[in-house]
C-alpha cells in the first residue's frame, strides 16, 4: 500500500526530463567516441550501465522513508568530508590534480557527492534558523564555514572548477534561505573583493585558462585550442547540425574532452541550433521543475534542499555550456546526464531521487489523501 | 512532533526568493541561446569555414619524371619506387624495443634514430622523421611482415629519379632535385610548387619542362593528429614527357672505364650528323645520390675535390690543344696555298728565332721533314714554320671556321667556349704587335690558343666531313606529356669550300699517325683504319733541360690529347679524348679513342650479323 503509494506520488515529469537528457547523451556518447578505438569496454555500454545503476540510485534516495534523508544530512556530511581528505592523500592524480579514487574498474570523484552533501547540510542548517524576518548575518557566518571546510579540500586537489559551485551553492541557498536584504548585500560587497584574491590561489595552469579564457588566440594549439575547437564545432552546426554521426570536430579528434566536458560541442555540432535549442529546452524544464518542487514544499527542509539542489544542477549547466560556447573559462564541470562519467551521473540521481523524495513527503503531512503533485 | 511545528503552509517569503533564483536562471538560459544563435547561425560561415580547413588537407601526388632513352632505347634516367623507412615519433610505444628490433632488419643509426625521435616528440610529436632510405625489396617485406611490433614505423613509397648507369652518364644527364626558391620565381611553370622536383643539371635541366609531369592531388580527411581517415576525391598526376638521346649506354660505360677514373673527358661522334654517340667527363659523381638528397659532408667532398668532379671537363674545361691543332694548322697552309705538302723543312731539334732556342719533342731532331712527316711524327719545328708562315690570322680562320674556340651549340646547359686567338685580340688585351715567338709556338697549339675538348672534336669531325660543320646533337626525339612526338632534326652549321684533295692529303697523314710508325700507334684496330692525332700540351714553361712531364708534379704535368676518326675513308665516328695531367697523348689517350671504337665497331658488326640471319 505505501509502497504502492509512493510510486504515485512520485515526480514523474522529472524524472522522465531527465531520462530523456540521458538518452541524448547516450546517443553523444556513441557519435563521440565511435572512432575513439579505447580497448574494452567501449564507453557507450559503460555509460548505458551508468544510467541503470544512476535509476537505482534514484529509487534508492526515493524510497527512503520520510524524514530519513534529514536525519542522515549530518553522518554523511562529515563521511564525505573524511572521504576528501582520503582523496586528497591517496588519491590518484589525473590532468594534473588529485579527484579520483578507484574502486576496482570504476574511478570514483568523490567531489561530486561533496556538492550534494553540501547542499543538504546547509539545507538542512537553514532550515533549523528559520526566521520570518530573514536570517540574520551572525547566523550566517557558521553557514560559510560549513561550506569552506569541502572547498578548501577541492581546491586543494585543485578542482577549482567543483569549489567555484560550491560558492554558487552557498550563494543560491542563502539567497532561498531568507538572508536579510542587509546582509545579502554585505556579502555580496565581501564576495566581490575576494574575487581578485582568487588569482593568487590560483595554479600556473588554472591562471592560463582564465589568460586564454579572454584571449584565445594567445596560444591556439595550447591552453587556447579547447575553447578554439569547441567554438568551431559549435558553430559549424549550423541552424541544423551536420547530421547524427556526421560531425568531424568530434569524430575526427580536434576536440578534446569530446564525450565527457565538451560533449554539448560535439551534440552542437551534429544537431545544429535546432538541436541546441531542444537540449535547452529540456534543461530549462528541468530547473523550473527543480525550483517549482522548492516554492511548492511546505517542509522548509525540502525546499531549501530541492532549492540548492537546482541551484547546484543549474550551476553545472549554465558553467558547462558558457564554457562550451566561450562564455567561460575552461573548467572540469560535466554537463548533466549528457557527459560521459559515473560519479557525475550517480550523483545527479541521486540528487533527482532526493529531491523527488522530499517534494513526495509534503502529502504525507498534508494528509489530503494520495495525489500525485502534478494532478 | 517536532515535524509538525516546522511544518507551515507554503511560505510566501521562500516562494519569492526562489522566483528570483529562477529569473537569475531563465536569464542564464537567454543568455546562452543568444549565444548559440550568434555562433551557429550568425557566425555559421565562418566557423563552417574553419572546421572544413581543419579537416580537409590536400596531398600532392608527385608527377613520375619522364625517361631519358639511349640511342637503342634502353632507359639511361628513369623514375622508380623508393621504399624509405618513416617514424612517427608519436606512434612509438617502446622506442628501444622497436629499434633494437629493426637494427636486425635495416642498416641504420640507432643512436641517431633514438635522439631524432625524442627530439621529435617534444617538439612535434606528429612529424615523420625518416630513418632509413632505399631499403631493399626483403627488408620492405620484414617491416611490414613486423608491423604489430613497430607501431610507429612504417615503409613510405616514394618516386626516386634513378640513373641505372651510376657514375657514366653523370655530365651529361646530371642531377635532379628540390625547386629552388630563385628557381620557383624564375618559372613560368603555374604548376610547380615547393618541394617540386627539377632538373638542376645537364641534360635533366635543358629538357626539365620535357620531363616534368604535372602533379595530382588528393583531397583527404584527416584528424587532429594529422593523419589521413578518407579520401574525398583525387586528382591524378600526369607523368613528364620521355627524351629519346643519340646517347649509347654500351660506348659511354666504355669510355668511361678507359678512364680510368683520371681527369679528363671523352666524347664520341658521329661526324656526319652531330650525333654525340659517348660524353664522358672524369672524374664523375653519382647522380642517384642527389636524387635521395645529397648529404652536406659529401656535397662538400665533391665541391672541394681539386679534381673538380662536378665540372663538365668536356664542355667547360679548356685546355692548351698542343699538337692536335697540327692537322688543322696543315689544312690552313694548303688552303691559303703558302705551303707544298712536298716541301722540305729541315729539323736540327729545334728552331732558332732571335735569341731564344725553340725546341723539337725529338731532341735528336728528325732530319727532312715535309708535311705528311711533320703530322705524322708530329714534329715541332715544322709546325713552327708554319705558324711563322702563316701567321695568327689565318690559323684562327681556318680554326674558328672548323669549330675550334667557338660556341658549338651542343644541348646542354653551361658550354663554355675556349680561344683561338687573332690580331683583332690581340688589339684587345695589350697594344703590342705579334712576336715571332708568339706566332711559331700557335703552330703547335701552344700560347693563348685553349679550347674545350669538344670544340677539338668539331674540328676533326670537320676534317671527318669535308668541311660540313654539324651541330652536336644529344636530344634526337622529344614526346611530351602529349603525346605529340617531335624529331630534333640534324642541323649543318656551315659548309667550308675546302678543297678536297687537301682534305684527303690531311686524312691520310691522320691515318699515317696511327698506322705508319707514327705517334698515335696505341690508337691503331685490326681490319680498320683509325686516322688521328696526338697532343701533349705543356702546362708549365719548362726553362734550360728537358725534364720528363712525369717526374713534375701532378698539376704541372702535361694535359694528354688523342683526336681521331675511322674509317678514313669514310668517318662514322670521331672521338676525342683529353687527360688532364695525363702525360703524353700517344701512351695515355689514344688508348681511350681506341677502346671506344673498337667498341663502336663490335656493336656494329654484332648488329650487321643479327641482321643477315
Known sequence: MTRRGKFARLDWQILLAALVLCGIGLLNVYSGTRVAGTAGMPPFVKQLIWIFLGVLAFFACYLTSDGFIEEVVWPVFWGVLAILVVVLVAGKARGGSQRWISLGAFNFQPSEFAKVAVVLVLARYFAGRYNPSGIGFGDTVPAIGLVILPFLLVALQPDLGTAGVFMIILVGMIVIACLKGRTLLLMGVAGALAVPCLWFVMKGYQKQRVLTFLD??????????????????????????????????????????????????????EWGFVGALVLLALFLFLVYRGFYLASRSQDRFASFACGGLTVYFLAHIAINLSMVCGLFPVVGIPLPFVSYGGSSMLTNMMALGIMANLARSRFTFQGSGERSINA | MTQRLRKREQDPLIAARVRVVQRVALGLFALLLGRLYWLQVVQHEHFRTLSENNRLRIRTIRAPRGQILDRKERPIAETQASFDLICSPIDVTDPEGEIRLLAEIVDFDPDETREKIRAAKKANPYSGITVARDLRFEQVSVVEFNREALPGFSVLVEAKRSYPYGTSFAHVLGYVGEVSRDELDQSDDEWLAMGDIVGKYGLERRMDEVLRGINGGRHVEVDAAGRDKRLVDEVPPRSGGIVHTTLDADIQKVAEEAMENRAGA???????????????????????????????????????????????????????????????????????????????????????????????????????????KGIVQSCDVYFYTMGLRLGPDRIAKLEKDAGLGTITGIDLPGERSGLVPDTEWKRKVSKER?????????????????????????????????????????????????????????????????????????????????????????????????????????????????????????????HAWFVGFAPVADPEICVVAMLEHGGHGGSAAAPIVKAVMQEYFRAKQVAQAQEKK
Not at chain 2, 286 to 306: H, M
Not at chain 2, 336 to 347: F, H, L, S, T, Y
Not at chain 2, 487 to 511: D, H, T, Y
Request: proline share 7%; net charge positive; hydrophobic share 40%.
Open chain 2, 266 to 372: 671523352v666524347i664520341a661522334m658521329v661526324p656526319k650528323t652531330g650525333d654525340i654517340l659517348a660524353f664522358v667527363s672524369a672524374p664523375g659523381f653519382d647522380p642517384n645520390v642527389f636524387s635521395r638528397g645529397i648529404r652536406k659532408n659529401e656535397w662538400q667532398a665533391l665541391a672541394t675535390d681539386v679534381r673538380k668532379p662536378m665540372q663538365n671537363k668536356g664542355l667547360q674545361g679548356t685546355y692548351a690543344p698542343g699538337s692536335t691543332v697540327k692537322p688543322l694548322v696543315a689544312m690552313a697552309a694548303l688552303e691559303e696555298g703558302i705551303q707544298d705538302p712536298k716541301a722540305i723543312v729541315r729539323c736540327p731539334g729545334y728552331l732558332q728565332i732571335g735569341n731564344r732556342r725553340f725546341r723539337c719533342w725529338r731532341e735528336k731532331g728528325h732530319g727532312t721533314v715535309d708535311m705528311y
Open chain 1, 216 to 269: 584565445p588566440e594567445r596560444d591556439p594549439l595550447g591552453a587556447g585550442y579547447h575553447v578554439i575547437q569547441s567554438k568551431i564545432a559549435v558553430g559549424s552546426g549550423g541552424f541544423l547540425g551536420k547530421g547524427y554521426l556526421h560531425g568531424t570536430q568530434g569524430s575526427l579528434r580536434f576536440l578534446p574532452e569530446q564525450h565527457t566536458d565538451f560533449a554539448f560541442a560535439v551534440f552542437a555540432e
Open chain 2, 434 to 558: 705579334w712576336y715571332d715567338s708568339e706566332r711559331a709556338i700557335l703552330g703547335i697549339g701552344q700560347g693563348a690558343v685553349h679550347v674545350t675538348p669538344l670544340e677539338m672534336l668539331a674540328g676533326y669531325a670537320t676534317l671527318a666531313t669535308g668541311g660540313e660543320v654539324m651541330r652536336p646533337r644529344i636530344v634526337r626525339r622529344i614526346v611530351p606529356m602529349d603525346g605529340s612526338a617531335k624529331e630534333i632534326p640534324i642541323q649543318p652549321l656551315r659548309k667550308l669550300p675546302w678543297k678536297p684533295e687537301n682534305v684527303a692529303f690531311v686524312r691520310r697523314a691522320l691515318a699515317g699517325v696511327v698506322n705508319d710508325y707514327g705517334t698515335g700507334g696505341a690508337a691503331k684496330l685490326p681490319g680498320i683504319e683509325v686516322g688521328g692525332k696526338t697532343g701533349t700540351a705543356q702546362v708549365a714553361a719548362v726553362k734550360g733541360k728537358m725534364i720528363k712531364s712525369g717526374d713534375l708534379p701532378y698539376e704541372l704535368r702535361d
